[in-house]
């Protein structure tokens, strides 16, 4: 294709934005978190599995859940995706809000105890 002045104009590189630095960031440090702070999520051989054993399956729907807020939320602050989307954008919007208070509503409820445990061995002299 051509214009009226025959030259064409060159492809212009999008610049960075800060939001992709940001983004970059975050999931840097995501990364290291997971690496130095939650290595046993990622190794079932260590020894903190052994506190998570008894609960462990009710931790997989609550770390997807977690997941998919954190995916989705950037979108719902895309400006050029709430233009183009509307529709996609109020879904995933009221998806997110239900979802969210739902899971707020069954840890509340939650079977598990979390009460902390009697100490070991002979109790501590008192004064």
């Given at each position: 294709m051509?214009n009226?002045?025959?030259?064409?104009?060159?492809?212009?590189?999008?610049?960075?934005?800060?939001?992709?630095l940001v983004?970059?960031?975050?999931?840097?440090?995501?990364?290291y978190v997971?690496?130095?702070?939650?290595?046993?999520?990622i190794?079932?051989?260590?020894?903190a599995?052994n506190?998570?054993?008894?609960?462990k399956?009710?931790?997989?729907?609550?770390?997807?859940?977690?997941?998919?807020a954190l995916?989705?939320?950037p979108?719902?602050?895309?400006e050029?995706?709430?233009?183009r989307?509307?529709?996609?954008h109020?879904t995933?919007?009221t998806?997110?809000?239900?979802a969210a208070?739902?899971?707020?509503?069954s840890?509340?409820t939650s079977?598990i105890?979390?009460k902390?445990?009697?100490p070991?061995?002979?109790?501590?002299s008192?004064?």
């Amino acid at each position: 294709m051509s214009n009226s002045t025959g030259a064409m104009r060159a492809p212009t590189i999008r610049p960075l934005r800060m939001k992709h630095l940001v983004f970059a960031a975050i999931a840097a440090m995501a990364a290291y978190v997971l690496y130095h702070n939650e290595r046993f999520l990622i190794d079932a051989t260590l020894p903190a599995w052994n506190h998570y054993d008894p609960f462990k399956w009710w931790l997989l729907p609550h770390g997807l859940a977690g997941a998919c807020a954190l995916l989705l939320v950037p979108m719902q602050f895309a400006e050029g995706f709430r233009r183009r989307h509307t529709a996609v954008h109020r879904t995933i919007g009221t998806l997110y809000v239900v979802a969210a208070s739902s899971w707020r509503r069954s840890d509340s409820t939650s079977s598990i105890s979390t009460k902390p445990k009697a100490p070991r061995g002979p109790s501590p002299s008192r004064p």
